[in-house]
Structure formats: C-alpha cells, structure tokens
C-alpha cells in the first residue's frame, strides 16, 4: 500500500468557521508533512512532523494548527482563515525526515474560504 | 534558503524527445527530485539524484551535477499522458538536520501530435 489518504476532497468554509483536514498513510514512514499548494504554483512547506513530533513550522500563521495523533494520521486544524487561504492543501509522508527519502503524496485538499 | 530554477513551458510532439533544465543555489543540499503533477492532482515521483550522473528508469532520465549546481530531467518518446508539470525539488538540510523539500515553479510540458 503507497496510497496517502486525504479528506475532505473539496471544503468551503466560512472566515468563522473551525474545521479540520485529516491526512492517512500506513507504509509505516515516520515523517509526514503539510503543503499548501496556489493555482499555477509549486507546493511550499507548511509543517514537517517527525516521529509525530513537530521538526519544522515554516511561519505559518496560528490560524493554521497541525496535529500528529499518531504516526499514520496527520491533521490539520483550521480557524479564521482568510480568502487568501483558499488553495489546494496537500498531505505527503516520507520513511524519515533526516537523510533523503521520496515524498508520497496525497491527492489533496481543495479549500475554498468565503 | 536557495534558488531553483526551470523554464515555464515547452512544447514538443509526440514521439518527440524533451529535456528540462533545472538550476539550483542552496546551502545544505541532500538530493534533488523531479515529480510530474497533472493539473488538478497530486505531485507523483519520477526520479531522485544525490551523487552525480545519470539516473534511467524507463522513459525518464535524470542527470546531476553538484559541482555546477545543474540537474536535468529527460524526456523520450514523448506521449500525450505526459502533458503535465514538471517540479524539480532540492532537498535541503536545515541546521538542525531536517530535510526540506523546496520546489521550483514547474515546467509546463505540452505534447501535440
């Protein structure tokens, strides 16, 4: 199984409102990330998780919290986004963090922020 | 941080054969990979380097050279399924020992027949 799970697929959602994408793998790998992904660009960094504790936050803003319940799950927590949050927001794991492993993606989710 | 660069778009016909250039500046560099991602879809892997040289698998080729901060991904026997965007990404290993994907923008292939 190389398949990274995701969901929702799609969520629209309100500047008021909490909601939370969820993110899967069970290859067994021990680093899991977070990607937020514009229309027409490449995926940048949000979060890196590392044996389900949090190695790197590249100064996303607190309106955008991560969650490593345990090392197949990875979640993301999300309250007052702006419409300038509106992207495709992709999950990917890795066998580790340190040295250099392919990144499996998942299919992502699509965020629309009214 | 670094620089990763690749040109926007090319355009080539079927059959035909493409080679995308990739250049990077960084300042921890373990790696570099190319993913293809149809629109609308997740990034998937094509081809990893980490020591100089060339990579074949299939289709798809990829070449590295560290010294000259140069990577290159090569397309043969271009078919339509393979109109796509083309992501180089370096991996960089932060002070702290972690590894870091950056990507550079795509390149957008399109194949015509």
């Known amino acids: 199984d190389t398949e990274v799970t995701q969901t929702p697929k799609h969520l629209v959602m309100g500047m008021t409102n909490k909601k939370s994408l969820k993110c899967e793998q069970h290859?067994?790998?021990?680093?899991m990330y977070w990607y937020k992904q514009k229309a027409k660009k490449p995926p940048e960094l949000m979060f890196v998780?590392?044996?389900?504790?949090?190695?790197i936050n590249e100064s996303v803003p607190s309106r955008f919290s991560p969650e490593c319940p345990n090392s197949s799950l990875l979640n993301l927590h999300l309250h007052a986004l702006q419409p300038e949050d509106s992207a495709l927001y992709l999950c990917?794991?890795?066998?580790?963090?340190?040295?250099?492993?392919?990144?499996?993606f998942g299919p992502g989710t699509r965020l629309t922020v009214t | 941080g670094q620089n990763i660069d690749q040109p926007t778009e090319m355009t080539a016909t079927e059959g035909a054969i493409v080679q995308i250039n990739c250049t990077y500046q960084t300042s921890g560099f373990n790696g570099l990979f190319w993913y293809q991602q149809h629109a609308g879809e997740a990034p998937t892997f094509l081809s990893y380097n980490v020591l100089d040289g060339l990579e074949e698998k299939g289709r798809f080729s990829s070449f590295l050279s560290r010294s000259k901060g140069y990577s290159y991904l090569l397309l043969k026997e271009l078919q339509m399924k393979d109109s796509a965007s083309y992501l180089c990404?370096?991996?960089?290993?932060?002070?702290?020992?972690?590894?870091?994907?950056?990507f550079g923008a795509g390149t957008q292939v399109v194949v015509t027949p």
């Open positions: 990404a370096v991996n960089e290993v932060t002070t702290d020992s972690w590894g870091k994907l950056q």
């Open positions: 990917a794991s890795s066998q580790a963090n340190r040295g250099s492993y392919e990144q499996y």
């Open positions: 998780y590392s044996y389900e504790k949090l190695s």
């Open positions: 290859m067994g790998h021990r680093a």
